[in-house]
């Protein structure tokens, strides 16, 4: 997750790049850079990686550049995903002759086996990132004499993954060129200008006209105006479209507040936590690890630690690791790991789970894990964070910045990347042949599609929602897999609305939790088709007994458990084990208006968090 922008055209200046970054600053960032080229030939580029302040110093920095000659600049706020938080992973990247840069959003899955191939003929890598290969890529196509435009047609075949990236070169001062494919990437003007940006916001009190850039896309811009090719070659157009927006709006994309915004980006969060992870074989790969295969190998028992929602994962991942390996996984409230004397050695694998990486109790959790001699894994959504310097080996969630305390496209991303966890342990465990993981695999990636069946739903869980916004208390049930969704169905709902609501074993209602259910009481049903299915609908029965009302998550064909008076909510059947991804996507719309209904601020719940730093 980055903020770019790009401009080019009479009267440009570096400053229109500061403030366009400023205005993208609630993506988040720990390092921002800059590159402007002048009428004279000469490139100027500048860089900061320290956190939060990034942007301060880098307007200080480039605040005694002269604007009279700039002809174009491209600039970038990173938020890491290859490569840690440093100076030489800060956008842009040079190539050898550094007299071409880029800035790119997004991934390249294949980087490693093109930056194996620049490197034996010669080229030389200053960086730990993917971007990197973007800018020697083409640089080796310009070798042969070819335009930047060219180059970029020519690299971007040679690419896999979903990114955007802005290019410009010496030996094509006074023009920008980008490349869009499943990452945003819009363009605009306002008559002298022409401007190239990730987001609306970075723009929108600079351009007048704003336009789309269809999928595979590459765009020449100049001051004259713009050209863009469709990945065949031929000639193609943009898409202008209308702005409506404030300024104050604009960070939200348009979206009333950052949770409805992070719900639906849930589907390109976890598209990119998944992305370029096999790398054939059935091999699934870490991010940063120091444990070898080996080593996992001779593992005999996994521990979760975790809190909260990031608990909740955790526990879909246990049902899924037992599956698949066959071998006992332990979950644990990390504030209560290191008290109760946990039974772990050298064959025990902690896998530490965070949204932050720095969450204090799994970081203490963690710390005591390495004293008793475990391997360690760290799930994570920030690069270089305390948990994943600490950590043998890190799986980075890659859901970009979440901007609202209750945690919902963090959540499905760590479910994403602990499913891959599972899948890596099968596979060195021999449980599961390779071909099996690969079909896996691509179930997985088949799952942000089947979570935008959800988001389009929207509007009929709102109704719902009025009609039980004046309940008195809220019951979630589940079995197997459906158990932790209740669990964080329930939490989602308490934590951002404040009404009475608990997620259940549904098994469990009959031992104490029946009790509570009367007619004020709202019983939701997790009853996905598995092979607990009729279970749970017997379960819905002990509820209907007792005149509670009842919403149920289910697949089609499953709404036949419904009677008059009771709401289903369809859910796209996938994987048992894959299903949490899917079921959990209606509750956290549930949850979002009633709040909303009872007025609530849903970006900051009262008395917590985004980050618990303290125990």
Not at 238 to 265: H, N, P, Q, R
Not at 287 to 316: P, Q, Y
Not at 475 to 488: D, K
Request: hydrophobic letters at 40%.
């Amino acid at each position: 997750m980055c903020g770019i922008i790009g401009v080019v055209g009479e009267g440009s200046h570096a400053k229109q790049l500061t403030d366009g970054l400023r205005r993208l600053e609630y993506r988040g960032y720990d390092s921002a850079g800059l590159v402007v080229t002048f009428s004279d030939g000469e490139m100027q580029r500048r860089r900061v990686a320290n956190g939060k302040n990034s942007l301060s110093e880098l307007e200080l920095e480039t605040s005694e550049i002269s604007s009279e000659s700039i002809v174009s600049g491209i600039g970038h706020t990173r938020w890491a995903t290859h490569g840690r938080p440093s100076l030489p992973n800060a956008h842009p990247h040079l190539d050898c002759s550094e007299r071409l840069a880029v800035i790119q959003n997004g991934i390249v899955e294949n980087y490693a086996e093109l930056k194996v191939e620049l490197i034996e003929k010669g080229h030389i890598f200053s960086s730990e990132t993917d971007t990197e290969v973007i800018s020697h890529l083409l640089e080796d196509e310009m070798r042969t004499g070819v335009t930047l435009l060219e180059a970029v047609k020519r690299s971007a075949l040679r690419m896999r993954g979903a990114m955007s990236f802005v290019a410009l070169s010496l030996d094509a001062v006074g023009e920008l060129v980008g490349f869009k494919r499943m990452a945003p990437m819009i363009i605009g003007t306002n008559g002298d200008q022409w401007f190239i940006a990730s987001d609306i916001p970075a723009i929108l009190d600079q351009a007048t006209s704003f336009f789309h850039l269809e999928d595979d896309s590459v765009a020449s811009i100049t001051k004259s105006g713009v050209e863009v090719f469709a990945k065949d070659g031929s000639r193609s157009e943009m898409t202008e479209f209308v702005v409506d927006w404030t300024l104050d709006s604009a960070e939200k994309a348009g979206y009333e507040d950052f949770m409805s915004k992070e719900i639906f980006e849930q589907p390109g969060a976890l598209r990119d936590t998944l992305a370029g992870r096999l790398r054939g074989s059935g091999e699934i790969e870490f991010d940063e690890t120091s444990i070898s295969n080996d080593d996992l190998a001779r593992i005999n028992k996994v521990f979760i630690v975790a809190c909260g929602t990031s608990f909740h994962a955790g526990m879909v991942a246990k049902y899924a690791i037992e599956h698949w390996t066959k071998m006992p996984v332990e979950l644990d409230i990390s504030s209560e790991f290191r008290y109760r004397d946990p039974v772990v050695d050298e064959r025990t694998l902690v896998v530490a789970v965070s949204q932050s990486g720095e969450t204090l109790d799994t970081l203490a959790a963690l710390h005591e894990a390495k004293n008793l001699g475990a391997q360690t894994i760290a799930v994570c959504n920030v690069v270089g964070s305390s948990m994943a310097r600490l950590a043998d080996s890190v799986l980075y969630t890659r859901a970009g910045p979440e901007v609202g305390v209750a945690a919902t496209k963090t959540h499905t991303a760590q479910i994403g990347a602990l499913l891959l966890l599972a899948l890596k342990l099968s596979r060195i465990k021999g449980q599961l042949f390779p071909s099996e993981i690969d079909g896996l695999y691509q179930e997985l990636i088949e799952i942000p599609s089947k979570i935008e069946e959800v988001l389009d739903k929207w509007d009929s869980i709102r109704s719902v929602a009025q009609t039980f916004s004046e309940r008195e208390r809220f019951y979630f049930i589940g079995r197997h897999v459906g158990f932790p969704v209740a669990l964080e169905g329930a939490l989602k709902l308490k934590e951002i609305s404040y009404l009475p609501a608990e997620g259940y074993p549904a098994g469990e209602l009959k031992h104490g939790p029946i009790a509570m259910l009367d007619k004020n009481a709202v019983v939701i049903a997790m009853a996905s088709k598995t092979r607990l299915f009729e279970k749970i609908v017997s379960n819905i029965e002990e509820v209907r007994a007792r005149d509670s009302a009842v919403i149920v998550i289910g697949n089609s064909g499953s709404e036949s458990v419904i009677r008059e008076g009771e709401y289903f909510i369809e859910v796209p059947q996938v994987h048992p084990l894959l299903a949490p991804l899917v079921d959990v996507v209606p509750l956290q719309i549930f949850a979002y208006h009633m709040a909303r209904i009872h007025g609530e601020d849903v970006d900051r719940p009262r008395n917590l968090a985004k980050t618990v730093t303290v125990e």
